[in-house]
């Protein structure tokens, strides 16, 4: 039998077929345990974010509308999902109403190290990747959300304003300043060279 | 006369004005008349040459980040907690079932 498309596999779903219901996790799973991943920053809770979006998608399998994509649809509800998780444990970082198109002041670069020429192995290297994972971490959620359908994951700015429930121009927005603040943040470790654990004198 | 009437110069003004338009002048997709006031302001302003550059680097350094995969014992939990565990045999487990 060959794969179900997506219209295929959307009518099955509704009719409660438990083989459509393992296809779904079986084709999904891995990218919305990424996506978790990154939204969370932790096993246990990505865990718990990816296995609410399975139980609320096939909760509302009936609700679906063929507007956007089953893993649009998924990217959706994981997401919100994931924030909703963030805003219990840091109610005081994630605002869904945060002013995101005001001034652009703390947005302004401080940061001028040219980080583009460093040899790869620097780039590359754990310590940094490592880095890189903590400055996701700092991002605001609001922000997180949206760098990491964009940017992480790959979706088109539409997807991600779909997922997201945003317009296209609060996706953009949010995505430059995410990138920006990440930027700033890469400048500044790079900025300080690499740490060599086994410089001895 | 004002910074926005001298778009090549270096100025705090000028820099700020061009740093919304640096997402869609790394993507490709500015306007061309923003596309080339940017590129001139760049020649003359080393700040956001430096800033453009890391951006576009930033980006692709996170491209480039391998994806986690997902544990198996994280489906098979999934699949637990979804009551699919019959489907649990490595890969799609559904070939059976559908063979019916
Ligand atoms: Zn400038």
Sequence with gaps: MSRMDDGELVARLKAGDQAAYAQLVEEQAARIYRLALRMMGNETDAEDV???TFLSAFRSIDSFEERSSLSTWLYRIATNAALMRLRRKEPEQVSVDE???RDDGDLLPRQFFDFCCLPEDD???DEARAEMLRAIDGLPATLRSVFVLRDIEGLSTEETANALD???SAVKSRLMRARLKLRERLSTYFSQGPVLPDTRQ | ????ERPHEHTPENCRRYLGSLGDYIEGTLGVELCH???AHMVVCENCRVVVNTLAKTISLYHQLPAPELPNAV???LLAVLDLKPFLQNGTGSEDLQAE
Aim: aromatic residues 0%.
């Design chain 2, 1 to 4: 006369m004002n910074a926005a």
């Design chain 2, 75 to 77: 489906k098979e939990r």
């Design chain 1, 123 to 125: 780039l590359l290297r």
């Design chain 1, 166 to 168: 945003l317009s296209i």
């Design chain 1, 50 to 52: 990816l296995q609410e």
């Design chain 1, 99 to 101: 002013p995101l198109e």
């Design chain 2, 37 to 39: 006031e940017l590129e």
